[in-house]
């Protein structure tokens, strides 16, 4: 009989990295043929503008959740607990709730870290107590060596796995060629929020276009603490609406068009819950030159220099001058782009991504 997992993770909506892969083990074949496994998800909010923010219907949600974890318990009695925590905040309080119930049933623990930050907050009396109870005994899955650093207080090298994130291969992927145009096309896909760089981008492009060099900017997403208004009359304000587009949210094929016809990814983030964006891994799938900086575990995603550039964070005018070289120079361009395209196929690809989890998980269950 196969062991039994229970999974509480993220599952869209809202999109976001932390959902999509908990979608992709929720989807995965090899993970349900592996293990009896059952799943529960923890997301309340339905749009990202609403995430961190209480509410009496996430309040009722979380109650739901936790009786149901109640009976689970009770009635499946897994052999695994795999649990997408979030470290900080009213998120991490919610789980610790959880992670209580499931300490008492003695459930061995598992947790997949998608966001980062204990180091910030764990000289906090609260953080800290609470810190050393949910990790004391559990092993943690990183998504990058680059994150050990931030909980290393707690949780010894030897309850680390790494497991980066993987996405799914496009069908029938095939390289084509850019619409004919003699301007060079940056894409910028994230939720609009201002840590991810989307006002250090548009200043980067006022400068480029102060210099004369011609250019378009295309930026995707959905609305976060930046409205549409908002990034429209930026844009308006910095007389770039000639080379600056905002359009809005895309999925599925009209996504994958927008990625075909970019020639450069641009990611100037400063989030400080920045991990491991699978949005670059999406940018190196369609083989483009990445610019992005020193943030999270991008360290293990981009390799400055050979498939993108990493710049200092709210850098304007180093991000500038990369975008300025990658826009002058076809051959660089070329050349990062198809090196970004051997990375994801060598790294980052769905199937890598299930095989090491179902080897960390069924160690786990030999350990527990």
Known sequence: MNQKVLFILHIPPPVHGSSMVG???KQSKRINSEFSARYLNLLASKDVSDSGKVSLVKISSFVKIWFILLKELIKYKPD?????????GHAFFRDVLLIFLLKLFRVNL??????KGVSEVQEYFIYNF??????????VILLSKFLYPDIEKYVAKEQIYICPNGIPEIEQFKLISNEQSNKVRILFLSNLIETKGVKILLEACNKLKDKSIEFECIYIGGEGDISSDQINAEIQSMNLSDCVTYMGKKYGKEKEQEFTKADIFAFPTFYEKECFPLVLLEAQQHSLPIISTYEGGIQDIVESGKNGYLVPQRDVDELTNKLELLIQKPEIRTQMGNSARNNYIKKFTLERFENRMLEILKK????S
Do not use: D, P
């Not at 695994?80 to 900080?88: D, G, P």
């Not at 786990?364 to 350990?367: H, K, Q």
């Open 110 to 115: 598992i947790y997949h870290m998608h966001n």
């Open 23 to 25: 979608q992709f083990i």
């Open 130 to 139: 609470f810190y050393h109870l949910v990790f004391k005994g559990s092993n």
């Open 80 to 88: 695994l607990c795999y649990l997408a925590i979030t470290c900080r």
């Open 364 to 367: 786990s269950l030999t350990v």
